[in-house]
């Protein structure tokens, strides 16, 4: 049974699942009703794997072999070796992607995770009405990466859009903010940081999961409010921001609506948004140079691993998982 | 079923996948023709465009009862993609409309078919010379689906709020000092144009011109580097006059109709444009006209663009004479004309045009006004932009963000433009 306090819902000790908590014993052979637990679980799985294996395998079989050819599409692909890969390292463009995406991924994860954090606590509160903020919040999450949004924000940071309008109260003027290759990345940053709502969501789930009676014994020891978030709160929910960081650090590394439709698919001004799923992009479908793209792709994956597995390695250090 | 283990699992998952790829590869074979036996016909444009086919394609149905159609639509960004990834499939519908960047990219993909007497195909209304310029290199495999040339439009409204006339002999000079006077000195802060030269079409008439050409007839870029920078040249002047629309407030080298469309007296454009464009500023009537040209501009310099349409290279020979009979359908038949109007361009066919004419809009009457007036000049042969050069118009942006954002002089943008295109086309 799970026991709930009566006005947060949060859970409090002995609750199954709760932090601290370890599943008894070691790994027991599974009974049957385990077994039937673990059948549909295998159905649940079922359609995922018929679509990686049928639709998603195939093509990134297909894309490894194309890194190492000259394929443009229209005639059978050449092998040539490494060539694709030592060209990206002559390639103007292959490194303003690289920087820009790199830039956007250390600059707009952090600042979503803070801002998605910062509203999680605040909704903790047991507010009236939370289900509803929480709905509210969660939306720019599933517009986030579309068309319609993006467009919004060609108009939202034009030149005579609702941003320099408010700046202008304060004698501020300034042209497109799209066109300014000094600021047209920091407004796709804005962007990714808006659609806070998922990391939010999860967030609240776990501040939920931490045991409320650690926050009345630091009270009666004194602590304050923030004495009390810098020492639980934190501590218990790393193991949330870890998985939100990662989640939100793959999902950065390949964003690509957002540019494309805020540039028009160029990446510009001069580059400024090039991301590097968009280069790749270009060079796929504008320039027929799929085996170059396909060896980017097969690079951005690399990247992406190494980082995770980067992340993971460092987490040790920082991740409290409650029960070591 | 409670017996089920991770290994069978994972085999009954793969034969599953299996399935569904086989029954996917199963569905893109090189076979051309729609699933259940209809042709696939393709085409870009916007919802109105779009409409407008479907219905056209219902009245070809009910013409021809024995032929059924799947139509393919797409955004003109959106189509190219997905013919892009048609092409490599090998699965093109058996007759689409070609974008301008592609005819030579599409027929060294091999995807045209030889319409060389074709079974069903109908060019009585065309003379011989008409049919002998749709050829490309001698070979009959693409057909114009419309035509349309480089234009200057100018809002009627404006020139008349300020009491102004544009110069009855407009050359690109007298047309700059018109512009930045016009600009300077009307009530309403409006500019003469907006900053234009990513335009590919008035690009190619100021190339032509100067004896220069876009493309050359052996698939090289024929824009030299003076005229490139020429032609930017001439822009820059206008944009630092205060006579363009700035970058920034037409949010960049590219806009969108409707940012500038009641900010500017003259923009430059396709002839077809204006049946569209002027839709979206109801309050405004437009007019155009003959791109500007100086007196000793090359003979020749005029130049009718055949956008075109062609027959899938995959059509099975049995199914030839139903996907040509849809072809001589879009080329020839009055009913669809006065469907589908004249946004894409005006027909090849004079006749069908003739026969139109007293149905069309005030705004189509302008474009078979100057439509007419084109074909009737000299014009020497134009050529299409070889595979590789798809780009050329993303490279030019680019070069043009340089200069406006001050990176990069004139000349060496031009340089650097010409440098870029030579390597894609030598690339491809």
């Known amino acids: 049974m799970t026991l709930t306090s009566k006005d947060t819902g949060r859970r409090v000790r002995g609750a199954p699942g709760a932090a601290g908590s370890k599943p008894p014993g070691g790994r027991a052979k599974p009974s049957g009703g385990t077994r039937g637990q673990g059948l549909v679980a295998h159905i649940f799985l079922l359609p995922w794997m018929i679509g990686m294996i049928g639709v998603t395998a195939g093509p990134l079989i297909a894309s490894a072999v194309l890194a190492f050819t000259d394929y443009d599409l229209l005639s059978p692909p050449q092998f040539i070796g490494l060539d694709n890969f030592v060209r990206m390292a002559g390639d103007e463009r292959f490194w303003a992607a690289v920087r820009v995406t790199l830039v956007y991924v250390l600059v707009s994860v952090p600042l979503q995770l803070g801002f998605a954090l910062f509203l999680a606590v605040v909704l903790d509160k047991g507010l009236r009405g939370l289900s509803l903020y929480r709905s509210a919040f969660y939306l720019p999450s599933l517009l986030g990466g ?69 926050y009345e014994a630091s009270m009666i020891d004194g602590a304050g409010r923030v004495r009390r978030f810098v020492s639980i709160t934190i501590p218990l929910l790393t193991p949330i921001i870890f998985l939100n960081l990662i989640l ?77 | 079923m409670s017996d089920l283990t991770r290994r069978s699992f994972l085999t009954w998952t793969g034969v599953g996948a299996l399935s569904v790829a086989a029954m996917s590869l199963a569905g893109c074979g090189p076979s051309a023709s729609g699933g259940d036996g209809s042709l696939r016909f393709a085409w870009w444009g916007g919802s109105d465009r779009q409409r407008a086919y479907l219905e056209a394609l219902d009245a070809f149905t009910a013409e021809h009862p024995e032929i059924q159609v799947a139509p393919e639509f797409g955004d003109y960004d959106a189509y190219q993609e997905r013919m892009t990834t048609q092409m490599a499939a090998r699965d093109v519908p058996d007759v689409f409309w070609i974008p301008s960047p592609a005819v030579l990219t599409y027929r060294e993909a091999g995807l045209y078919r ?27 495999d693409t057909l114009p689906k419309s035509i349309f040339s480089p234009v200057l439009r100018y809002n009627t409204n404006f020139l008349e709020d300020e009491g102004v006339t544009l110069p009855d002999q407009l050359d690109w000079d007298n047309l700059a000092e018109f512009l930045v006077d016009y600009s300077a000195n009307n009530a309403d802060g409006r500019k003469g144009t907006a900053y234009g030269p990513y335009h590919d079409m008035p690009f190619e008439s100021f190339l032509r011109q100067r ?54 007296l003259v923009t430059f454009a396709n002839s077809n444009h204006i049946v569209d464009d002027a839709q979206a500023f109801p309050d405004y009537v437009f007019d155009q006209r003959d791109v500007p040209a100086a007196e000793d501009a090359a003979a020749g310099y005029h130049f009718t663009y055949y956008s075109r349409f062609a027959m899938y290279s995959g059509v ?31 027909p090849p066919n004079t006749e069908l045009l003739d026969q ?37 118009r993303d490279l030019m942006i680019r070069e043009l963000e340089e200069v406006t954002l001050g990176e990069k002089t004139v000349p060496d943008a031009a340089a650097s433009f010409v440098e870029a295109v030579e390597g894609e086309i030598a690339g491809a």
């Open chain 1, 146 to 214: 579309s068309v319609a949004i993006a467009i919004l924000w060609r108009q939202i940071f034009g030149e005579n859009g609702l941003v320099n309008h408010v700046l202008g109260w304060f004698g501020i003027e300034l042209g497109s903010w799209l066109q300014d290759p000094s600021l047209a990345l920091s407004t796709l940053v804005v962007l990714n940081v808006w659609t806070f709502g998922s990391p939010m969501v999860i967030f609240l789930a776990g501040l939920r999961q931490i045991p409320e009676e650690l």
């Open chain 1, 248 to 324: 939100q650090m793959i999902s950065a590394f390949q964003a690509f609506t957002q540019a494309h439709v805020v540039s028009g698919g160029s990446g510009g001004p001069l580059d400024s948004t090039l991301f590097y799923t968009l280069y790749i992009y270009q060079r796929g479908f504008v320039n027929f140079d799929m085996g170059y793209a396909s060896a980017m792709a097969w690079v951005l994956l690399l990247v992406i691993a190494a980082a995770t597995a980067a992340n993971f390695i460092v987490s040790r250090r920082w991740v409290y998982y409650g029960d070591e």
């Open chain 2, 114 to 140: 030889d319409l060389e007497g074709a079974p069903g195909l109908d060019l009585s209304a065309f003379t011989e010379e008409q049919v002998e310029s749709f050829r490309l290199a001698g070979t009959l």
């Open chain 2, 211 to 264: 004896g220069e050409d876009l493309w050359t007839e052996d698939g090289t870029l024929g824009a030299s580097v003076d005229g490139v920078a020429a032609w930017i040249d001439w822009w820059e002047k206008l944009r630092r006059a205060g006579a363009t629309t700035s970058v920034s407030e037409q949010d960049g080298i590219e806009p969108a109709w409707s940012q500038v469309g009641d900010k500017v």
């Open chain 2, 316 to 346: 099975p020979d049995d199914r030839v004479e139903a996907a040509a009979t849809l072809m001589s359908f879009n080329l020839n038949s009055p009913e669809l004309l006065s469907l589908v109007g004249l946004s894409a361009g005006a």
């Open chain 2, 356 to 392: 139109y004419e007293p149905d069309a809009t005030p705004d189509e009457q302008k474009v078979i006004a100057i439509t007419r007036e084109i074909n009737e000049t000299e014009q020497r042969p134009r050529f299409e932009a070889p595979a590789g050069s798809g780009s050329w």
